[in-house]
């Protein structure tokens, strides 16, 4: 089954793809983001082209697991999603992605010029292997 991971941001939301299995999780694209309604049907959208069984939407939690600003725009992204597709959506804690993004960059020897664009995308592959590796146990 294939897993689609959104990361939504701010300016940029990063989408991640697993494998047909669900074991591996990789980096698909970034999209800009427009507005809610927007952002769901294109994410919607995406899901369908790639036969996507799920849909997990990040959701950064402060140190005490409690909602953040981020965390409710992400739950009212995912609440959008669920209004324009029949694909499940599921919340899941993103807390950390973005610093395990900038380190994979590192690991991968990214000159730093390569290391200031968004990491949108592999924040997305990194809350989505987080999904994958806790659920396939």
Do not use: F
């Not at 299995?21 to 999209?31: E, F, K, Q, W």
């Not at 939407?57 to 965390?71: C, E, I, K, M, Y």
């Not at 029949?86 to 807390?95: A, H, I, Q, R, T």
Request: no cysteine; net charge positive; hydrophobic share 40%.
């Amino acid at each position: 089954m294939r897993v689609l991971g959104v990361d939504p941001g701010e300016k940029n939301i990063g989408l991640a793809l697993s494998d047909p299995s669900g074991t591996i999780a990789n980096p698909l694209m970034v999209i800009r983001h427009q507005s809610r309604t927007i952002d769901a049907a294109v994410i919607a959208q995406i899901a369908q082209e790639h036969g996507a069984a799920l849909i997990v939407v990040g959701q950064a939690l402060d140190a005490d697991n409690q909602p953040t600003p981020q965390s409710r725009r992400a739950a009212r992204l995912a609440g959008a999603l669920r209004s324009q597709t029949g694909v499940p959506v599921e919340l899941w804690d993103e807390s950390g992605s973005t610093q395990a993004a900038r380190q994979a960059r590192l690991a991968m020897g990214a000159s730093r010029r390569h290391r200031r664009g968004h990491l949108d995308e592999i924040a997305a592959t990194y809350i989505l292997q987080s999904y994958l590796d806790t659920h396939s146990r």
